[in-house]
């Protein structure tokens, strides 16, 4: 059955969304959400990308300040997290219009973001176009998990997340199960 290639963010299992927390040349703190996110390499330069537009604050302030936060939010914080993508206009501290707690990063200026379970303190690489999104790739300084969900073995505290998936609009889902498949 053939299907429509624009329907492809639904045709993929969902990927998990972020938040990204930036400040802008003022100092000023700016918090939204991203579906368009993912890790880019674990090697070489551990690094990450996600797609903004260009015209969305959290675009420009990296472009100003070469530095972001990524935060991964539980499912549980579902509805801050739609609130960060609807709040446009521009205000002198997102994260208490959000709800949400800035914690001082050690890296870099762009704030940790306390709700979240993972903060991914991260330097600006490079960044390209495509389409309406302008990718940003950011080396990750420094990587902070909360406490309950680390553990030495990566299956095991892989399976401790509880990551927040974007469908569309107001739709999202959470990570309810691990499943393990026998090896060939
Ligand atoms: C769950 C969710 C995922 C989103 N994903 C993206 C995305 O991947 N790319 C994008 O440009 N905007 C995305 N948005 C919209 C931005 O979060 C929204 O435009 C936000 O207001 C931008 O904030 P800013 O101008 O403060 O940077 C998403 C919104 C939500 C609620």
């Given at each position: 059955?053939?299907?429509?290639?624009?329907?492809?963010?639904?045709?993929?299992?969902?990927?998990?969304?972020?938040?990204?927390?930036?400040?802008?040349?003022?100092?000023?703190?700016?918090?939204?959400?991203?579906?368009?996110?993912?890790?880019?390499?674990?090697?070489?330069?551990?690094?990450?990308?996600?797609?903004?537009?260009?015209?969305?604050?959290?675009s420009k302030n990296i472009e100003s300040t070469k530095e972001f936060v990524v935060g991964v939010p539980p499912s549980t914080l579902a509805k801050k997290v739609w609130k960060t993508g609807y709040k446009n206009e521009k205000c002198d501290?997102?994260?208490?219009?959000?709800?949400?707690?800035?914690?001082?990063?050690?890296?870099?200026?762009?704030?940790?973001?306390?709700?979240?379970?993972?903060?991914?303190?991260?330097?600006?690489?490079?960044?390209?176009?495509?389409?309406?999104?302008?990718?940003?790739?950011?080396?990750?300084?420094?990587?902070?998990?909360?406490?309950?969900?680390?553990?030495?073995?990566?299956?095991?505290?892989?399976?401790?997340?509880?990551?927040?998936?974007?469908?569309?609009?107001?739709?999202?889902?959470?990570?309810?199960?691990?499943?393990?498949?026998?090896?060939?």
């Amino acid at each position: 059955m053939k299907v429509d290639p624009k329907r492809i963010t639904y045709l993929n299992a969902p990927a998990p969304c972020v938040l990204v927390s930036t400040v802008d040349h003022q100092g000023r703190k700016n918090v939204a959400a991203y579906g368009y996110y993912t890790t880019v390499d674990q090697f070489e330069v551990p690094s990450v990308m996600f797609g903004a537009r260009a015209f969305q604050h959290t675009s420009k302030n990296i472009e100003s300040t070469k530095e972001f936060v990524v935060g991964v939010p539980p499912s549980t914080l579902a509805k801050k997290v739609w609130k960060t993508g609807y709040k446009n206009e521009k205000c002198d501290d997102e994260f208490k219009e959000c709800e949400l707690t800035p914690i001082p990063s050690e890296t870099i200026k762009p704030f940790r973001i306390k709700e979240c379970s993972i903060n991914l303190e991260c330097t600006l690489l490079f960044h390209f176009v495509v389409g309406k999104h302008v990718w940003f790739v950011g080396k990750v300084n420094l990587a902070e998990i909360d406490k309950e969900l680390y553990s030495e073995d990566n299956i095991e505290m892989r399976s401790n997340i509880d990551a927040l998936y974007h469908i569309s609009k107001e739709y999202f889902c959470g990570r309810n199960e691990t499943i393990k498949v026998e090896p060939y």
